[in-house]
Each structure stands twice: as structure tokens, then as C-alpha cells.
């Protein structure tokens, strides 16, 4: 796996995976101090969110459970002093659909956060990451 990264202008930058994708990053700082686009740390929450969600929509899907949404709110602590790591992530699941079962969904989100998602394994290793949910029925 290989990506690039170039700068835009300013703080903001522009970074390419080799799959062909293309993201912009900005940071606040600069001329004008405001960001334009998600910053770098902001991404890697995003990412940990986008590979934990996918691993729970698949892993529900496939225990055939009617699944029909996944939101994931993410609330995240960083240090205050340079580098600015995390300290602590905490992520709420909110999964809708017909007659979903708590235990199922319950599963799921361990099977991603101990076994299937890269992200959460990465940062686990340096940062306390907590998670719970809820289960909405719609008819």
C-alpha cells in the first residue's frame, strides 16, 4: 500500500492513495487561520469510524440480521501538549433496522474492535478506545 501527499497552498494539502482516491487536509494555521478541509487527526477518526462501521454492517448482514442503518459518533480527547496524540476515544453505534438483536449487534461491535478492524487495533495499542450503543426498530 502506498499513498502520496502534496501541498495545496497555505496549511492544506492533498493526499492520493494508490487506489486513486484523493482527499484534502487543511489545518488551522496559515494566512487566513481557518481550516478548510478535515485535519490529518480528524481523518484518522474518520477512518477508525469507516473501518469499525463497515466491519459491523458486514458482520450483522451476514448473521442475517435486518439491518438498514449504522451511524457511529465518535467522541475524542487529545493531549494538550505537543505531539497531540488521542488520550481517549469513545465510539456510540447507532444501528436501525426490523427486529435487530441487542446481543447480535452487541457482537458485532467486539468482533470489529478485537479482531477485524485494522484502525481500532492500531490505536488501541496507544490509546483507551470505549464503545456502547443503541438499537433503533423501524418498521
Do not use: Q
Amino acid at each position: 500500500m502506498k499513498a502520496r501527499v502534496k501541498w495545496i497552498e497555505d496549511r492544506n494539502f492533498l493526499g492520493e492513495s494508490d487506489s486513486g482516491h484523493a482527499v484534502v487536509m487543511g489545518s488551522k494555521g496559515g494566512k487566513t487561520g481557518v481550516a478548510v478541509a478535515p485535519t490529518p487527526m480528524e481523518l484518522i477518526l474518520i477512518g477508525l469510524g469507516g473501518c469499525t462501521s463497515y466491519d459491523v454492517v458486514h458482520i450483522l448482514e451476514r448473521g442475517r440480521e435486518a439491518v438498514t442503518g449504522c451511524a457511529l459518533e465518535i467522541d475524542a480527547e487529545r493531549a494538550s501538549e505537543d505531539p497531540k496524540v488521542f488520550t481517549r476515544i469513545h465510539l456510540h453505534f447507532v444501528v436501525t433496522g426490523k427486529t435487530l438483536n441487542p446481543a447480535k449487534v452487541e457482537r458485532a461491535i467486539a468482533l470489529s474492535a478485537e479482531k477485524y478492524c485494522s484502525a481500532s487495533a492500531m490505536l488501541a495499542r496507544s490509546v483507551a478506545i470505549t464503545h456502547d450503543f443503541e438499537v433503533i426498530e423501524v418498521s
